[in-house]
């Protein structure tokens, strides 16, 4: 039934600012930029914009890969991102840590030797 992960949704109630932060962070402009929704495409995966809904750090947390979690992380507190766990090493070389953005959600970031970009459908 699932196929897997497609989409992140963010609250973003300052839509201009939110897309020019997630720009500078994911260093490409949004594939789809309307008023009501922004979506940058992501390394196959997308990440939304939505100006209609609330901040916040609970609730789903998805968890966006990169290959080196120190430089990540240091980018995203660089660019005004507040920190919300540091770096942790969760066993068998998996690391994780997150951040809250500039507009009160959390953003988490996982450093994983064994996901396989292969398998992604």
Do not use: C
């Amino acid at each position: 039934m699932l196929l897997g992960l497609r989409t992140a949704l963010y609250p973003a109630p300052d839509l201009a600012s939110a897309k020019a932060w997630y720009t500078q962070v994911l260093g490409v402009a949004p594939y789809f930029d309307q008023p009501f929704y922004v979506g940058f495409e992501v390394g196959g995966f997308e990440l939304g914009l939505l100006p209609d809904a609330t901040p916040a750090t609970s609730g789903p947390q998805p968890l966006w890969g990169v290959a080196d979690i120190e430089a990540a992380l240091a980018q995203l507190l660089a660019l005004g991102a507040a920190p919300l766990e540091p770096i942790a090493d969760v066993g068998e070389g998996i690391r994780v840590a997150a951040v809250a953005d500039p507009f009160g959600n959390r953003l988490g970031l996982i450093q994983n030797p064994h996901f396989s970009t292969s398998k992604v459908r």
